[in-house]
């Protein structure tokens, strides 16, 4: 009763849901077999995956994968525009290369709140946020913030997706929940608010850098890394923001 309170859904149905739209996100972003997928996300046969997706969205996996890759496109022109016709040219690879930086990341131990919602009011959950730490450690030179998005809208529902907003300190110690987030091999993407907006940023790198890379996501969430916040409230110069996509090799895949 209180995870439903808080949630708005039972514990069941949320991992059930949780387990589905993991599975959208690789039928999208890798070409495993629908067996591995199911596998990966932690059913324990094919028989109850299927019957799960069928339950959810009407169709066998095979059809499903198809559609959702349609639900997908379809809303990416409609928030971001359509696709490149011709796809990336070298030039236009480049020149978004030269301001993306391939790395490994060890984890990264962090307080966090999760908000639950659409992403478009990220600003107001990170006043939230703000007003439970105190704008002396959200400002604070040492602070970093870094925010999580677990969900695709459009596979999620807007009033569904979960946002981490976090802050990495060692000089504090807050009153949240702690955690980390998994470290490993990223595509870091970086870029100031002056210049881009964070949708033109991850347009960029969707469309042009991704399809001649080399690599493909990994199945982790992006994060986001928020630099010079405390100038930035003086003044003195824009956020600059670091934009980290897990990814693997093409070869590495499995």
């Not at 478009?120 to 998005?149: H, K, Q, Y």
């Not at 907003?165 to 929940?177: G, N």
């Not at 003044?235 to 590495?252: C, R």
Request: a neutral charge.
């Amino acid at each position: 009763r209180i995870f439903k309170a808080l949630v708005g859904e039972s514990l069941k149905s949320f991992i059930r849901r949780i387990r589905l739209e993991k599975v959208c996100q690789m039928f999208v972003f890798t070409d495993k077999s629908i067996a591995q997928i199911a596998a990966d996300s932690g059913f324990n046969s094919h028989e109850s995956f299927i019957r799960a997706f069928r339950k959810k969205f009407g169709s066998n996996p095979s059809k499903g994968r198809a559609a959702i890759k349609r639900t997908i496109e379809k809303f990416v022109q409609q928030t971001h525009g359509p696709r490149l016709r011709d796809g990336p040219n070298l030039s236009q690879f480049e020149m978004i290369d030269n301001s993306i930086t391939i790395r490994e990341i060890d984890d990264i131990e962090v307080y966090y709140s999760r908000f639950i919602g659409s992403y478009s009011n990220s600003a107001t959950l990170w006043l939230t946020m703000m007003n439970e730490v105190g704008s002396e450690v959200f400002f604070d030179p040492e602070s970093r913030l870094i925010c999580v998005t677990h969900d695709i809208p459009g596979l999620t529902n807007f009033d569904k997706c979960r946002f981490d907003a976090c802050i990495q300190t060692t000089k504090y110690q807050l009153e949240l929940q702690k955690k980390r987030i998994k470290g490993g091999l990223f595509a870091i993407h970086s870029y100031t608010e002056e210049h881009q907006n964070i949708d033109e940023a991850l347009d960029e790198f969707a469309k042009i850098w991704l399809p001649l890379s080399g690599y493909v996501p990994r199945n982790e969430p992006v994060h986001y890394a928020i630099n010079n916040l405390h100038l930035a409230a003086q003044a003195l110069t824009d956020p600059e923001i670091d934009i980290y996509v897990p990814i693997i090799p093409i070869n590495d895949e499995k």
